[in-house]
């Protein structure tokens, strides 16, 4: 597909008018013992100036590309096909030849700064390293936005914040005014509002220098909101290419629709389960013949396991690699009839009867610092919720907000410091881990960590309960005999359900249970969430930092910050006319398709420190001198008299609620 | 209800058939690690491979090698040295393994008790385990013949003293590595004791590297053990012992050199094959 062009438009250093590409690119390597075919044959071209996006589900290849385009595929890796830098290609050039087009034409930004800094390092003197000297290292950073840049000059990457790392990070990948910059999830690792920053800064750096970037992410909002152009990799194929709004909003290979369709938005229908791509992704060890999408392809016929489909241009600029007709493809529903026309009933709540509840819970943790130097973390500072009998509740909030520390509180993993945490029932509620892999004993077969929950039975009894709970997760009978390493993700997240639900909890807490799966897989374990409640009437208390998963699975979100919850209100209320400043900006930076996020400044105080008063004054728009007050005694309020919107905010009109938008989607 | 998929388990490593293929490095790591079950073999059958008594004087004194019906040499009363030597090798691999396990057993109890408490009880048994890493092994059984008597079972319990403490670090930090995991927590919350916590969601994880060390120290055993009956710490005089009938006959070494070498070598062959047969066992629990 690569555009034909002539050499000297390649090379010439004025003219040039493709940074990059990939010509033919298949990338197969060995991981304990076994061939892993990362590419299977991927063409494509960066054009000079522009943000490509490259998304793709893990497994889909599509950091190895960004790996192959720098030159550090490794020894080990078998390459064949061609990847280009301005002209030169990387995977036949010499170790030298590649270091010489890394220096003069490559700039890279990984996910986790903490680890591809040098921990041993004052920042400054290794952006210097990139860039030269150091008054070119503080103009980057002045450049990338790092406040007190003189200063910060001198600090070890462990004093700054994940934010800022990844701001010293982009100095770094732009020093020497580098052709192409390869983004590999920068942003996958911080928070939403510091997301939308980093995001924002690599635009504007785009926009200043003229340098391409090579965008590669999971999350299609992330590519909707600053990719040119974008491509869509399934399985180390292109699945799909062209401009950002025609690929994401008139999608034209099914993986992408499905993909569309099963992405959380804030505009997802609520009363609905969520459309859900069927199957998981395939395995990179054995690739099947044919369209690698057929086997989860609801046009797919017995012609699309035969050939592999290349993309072909369906619209000016637009391909796709699909053996169907675009009108058929787009006509169709790629979910099957049967996932859209079911509406879910509500589930039954007892607002009399609470089954969990918290009141002023407060919870420190002394955090160490060689002898003596002890210092107070506080992580939750008087937080109260009740969560009714049957209801499901979402607390949000960025890092070091608390969330997962009230979550751990509630199931008894933590005493809280003073406050009391109520249980009807008294009996214990189950937790749902956010890595599912690491929260199942390696040891021990499925069965074993499941009847550990009904070690009172007898065997028979016992083995007939496990498979009761299995298959109310929808595994088969055959997993009671695996081990966690055998089981793909999704299937790890059902067993852990299955383990929390095979004796129903009267409270089911669940800790970030999606934010480790692919967009494909969150869907349907939050309809497997949303059924298992339905069906066993436990109460949900699900912790996350995605606003849109909050409001798919909860009747009631509560935002916290800083170790207070301050907002809880009815969840289409808070996610479409949201009160406090806070959840106003973390709403708006949930990245979406045709969005333009509104960035908040700075980045979420340390809860070693919490400021005076409002602990958020320092970064809203609306404080006032009275908001630093440290006599505030800030409480949440109730807005109109009702009793479920609440804020803690003094700048607020409290005497009517502002009526949510009740989005309905498309067609419905 | 979701429909099931259908789902094959793939077979874990440890379950995969043995095979015969020599280019495999697994195929060696097998053989390798065979090579404890083979020497204890040996060591088993001493008294029948041994051609004769080795207390007994049965020819001429100081016959060289191969002379005088001895394979390898007879020592200066007359005694067989190949079946003091076998005698001996039997002696030290017992010993050595009598120590591992004792190491072990207490090593592994105190690890896992201080690695799953955490808290004051962690600090209180590992200071204490501290406290004797810190002693010397021959000055600590130099002391403890001396007040109990020469007697290689006291040899052995002062060299255990000293040895267990390794276990209890490692066991220990395996277990509190674990312990960080939220497999832990999930378990918790599913209603497991303490008691069931650490020995069913804990020690397992645990025992592949206590157990890869234990392998790996069989051949440092062997050597502390002649070295402490090289120092007449061990068994006392008739028994065959390969550092004791090293040490006595030193002064044999320009005249009949292989009445003290000949146990020295024996020494060397039998941590060679402790240290082979220990990487094998490593290689096969921790390929890494």
Redesign the interface.
């Known amino acids: 597909m690569s555009a034909q062009l002539a050499p000297e438009d390649v090379l010439t250093d004025e003219g040039y008018a493709v940074v990059a590409t990939a010509e033919d690119l298949h990338v197969t390597f060995r991981r304990n013992g076994k061939a892993i075919h990362a590419l299977r044959g991927i063409s494509l071209e960066i054009r000079r100036g522009e943000i490509l996006g490259l998304v793709g589900e893990s497994g889909s290849g599509k950091s190895v590309l960004g790996l192959t385009l720098l030159g550090l595929h490794g020894a080990g890796a078998t390459i064949s096909g061609r990847a280009t830098v301005r002209g030169r290609d990387m995977v036949s050039a010499t170790d030298a030849e590649r270091r010489e087009v890394r220096i003069a034409h490559l700039g890279a930004v990984f996910q986790d700064p903490m680890t591809s800094l040098n921990p041993t390092m004052r920042v400054g003197r290794q952006v210097a390293e990139a860039a030269g000297s150091d008054e070119e290292a503080l103009r980057l950073l002045r450049l990338v936005g790092v406040p007190e840049a003189e200063s910060r000059m001198s600090a070890f990457p462990h004093e700054l914040s994940g934010g800022l790392r990844q701001r010293v990070m982009i100095a770094m990948a732009v020093a020497g005014n580098p052709d192409l910059v390869i983004a590999d999830e920068p942003t996958t690792a911080l928070d939403v509002t510091v997301q939308a920053q980093v995001l924002r800064l690599l635009r504007t750096l785009r926009d200043e220098l003229g340098c391409s970037v090579l965008m590669i992410t999971h999350d299609l909002g992330v590519a909707a909101q600053i990719a040119d152009r974008v491509a869509v990799m399934y399985a180390g194929r292109l699945a799909e290419l062209g401009e950002s709004d025609a690929v994401l909003r008139n999608s034209a290979h099914p993986y992408t629709l499905g993909l569309m369709r099963s992405r959380l938005t804030l505009g997802v229908d609520r009363s609905r389960a969520l459309p859900a791509l069927a199957g998981e992704v395939p395995s990179p060890a054995a690739p099947q013949p044919g369209c690698a999408f057929s086997p989860r392809c609801s046009v797919a016929g017995p012609d699309c396991v035969e050939t592999s489909p290349e993309p072909v241009e369906v619209e000016p600029g637009h391909h796709s690699a699909c053996l169907r007709p675009l009108a058929v493809v787009r006509r169709t529903d790629t979910m099957g009839p049967a996932v859209l026309t079911a509406r879910a009933e509500p589930a039954r709540i007892d607002q009399d009867t609470a089954a969990l509840s918290l009141r002023s819970v407060v919870k420190t943790f002394g955090v160490g610092k060689g002898f003596g130097r002890k210092r107070t973390l506080h992580a939750l500072r008087g937080v109260s919720l009740q969560i009714a009998q049957g209801e499901s509740v979402a607390l949000v909030g960025e890092s070091g907000s608390g969330k997962s520390t009230l979550l751990r509180v509630a199931a008894g993993l933590e005493a809280a410091d003073s406050g009391e945490v109520e249980l009807s029932g008294g009996s214990r509620p189950q937790m749902v881990f956010q890595d599912s892999g690491a929260s199942l004993t390696p040891w021990m077969t499925v069965e074993q960590i499941l009847g550990e929950r009904v070690r009172d039975l007898g065997r028979a009894a016992r083995a007939a309960k496990v498979r009761e709970a299995l298959s109310l997760v929808g595994l088969p009978a055959e997993v009671g005999a695996a081990r966690a390493t055998q089981l793909s993700g999704g299937q790890r997240q059902r067993v852990c359900l299955a383990r929390a639900t095979i004796v129903p909890p009267p409270v089911l807490l669940c800790d970030e249970p999606t934010s480790a799966l692919d967009v494909s897989l969150a869907a349907s374990v939050i309809n497997l969430i949303a059924r298992l409640r339905r069906e066993l009437g436990m109460s949900v208390l699900f912790v996350t930092h995605d606003l849109s998963v909050a409001r798919v699975v909860a009747d009631r979100i509560a935002v916290m910050y800083l170790g207070q919850i301050v907002e809880i209100g009815a969840s289409d209320r808070v996610t479409s006319a949201p009160l406090h400043p806070y959840t106003r900006s973390l709403v708006s930076a949930v990245p979406d398709v045709g969005l333009t996020p509104v960035i908040l400044p700075g980045e979420p105080a340390s809860p070693l420190n919490p400021p005076s008063g409002c602990a958020f004054h320092p970064r809203c728009a609306d404080a006032t001198e009275s908001c630093r007050d440290t006599e505030l005694g800030l409480r949440l309020q109730r807005v109109a008299n009702d009793d479920v919107d609440r804020v803690a905010c003094i700048n607020i009109d409290l005497s009517h609620v502002p009526t949510p938008v009740y989005i309905t989607p498309k067609g419905a | ?10 077979r ?1 490593a440890w379950r995969r058939p043995v095979s015969l293929d020599l280019r495999a490095p697994r195929t060696w790591s097998i053989i390798g690690a065979s090579l404890f079950a083979v020497m204890t073999l040996i060591a088993l059958a001493a008294p029948l491979l041994s051609p004769h008594d080795p207390l007994v004087p049965v020819g001429i004194p100081l016959a060289g090698p191969g002379h005088g019906g001895f394979l390898l040499g007879s020592d200066s009363i007359g005694r067989d040295v190949l079946s003091r030597c076998l005698y001996g090798m039997r002696a030290s691999w017992f010993a050595a393994l009598v120590v591992i396990a004792g190491g072990f057993l207490i090593g592994g109890l105190v690890g896992l008790v201080a690695g799953s408490s955490g808290g004051w009880i962690d600090n209180l048994l590992m200071r204490i385990t501290d406290g004797f890493l810190a002693l010397p092994a021959p000055v600590l059984a130099i002391a403890v013949v001396a007040s109990l008597g020469p007697s290689f079972t006291h040899t052995l319990i002062a060299v255990s003293v000293v040895w267990w403490p390794f276990y209890a670090r490692i066991v220990r930090g395996e277990i509190s590595k674990l312990a960080a ?3 832990v ?8 004791g303490r008691v069931r916590i650490a020995v ?2 804990l020690l ?2 645990a025992l592949p590297a206590a157990v890869v060390t234990a392998s790996l120290d069989v051949g440092n055993l062997v050597l502390a053990l002649a070295g402490l009956s090289f120092l007449g710490l061990g068994q006392s005089a008739p028994a065959p012992e390969l550092g004791a009938d090293s040490a006595r006959n030193l002064s044999l070494l320009l005249q009949q050199w292989w009445v003290p070498v000949v146990p020295g070598i024996a020494v060397a062959v039998l941590a060679v094959i402790a240290n082979v047969a220990g990487d094998s066992v490593r290689n096969l629990i921790d390929p890494a």
């Open positions: 209800m979701a429909v099931a998929e259908p789902f094959v388990a793939p874990p995991r939220p497999h927590e999930a378990a918790r919350l599913a209603g497991a069913r969601h397992p994880g």
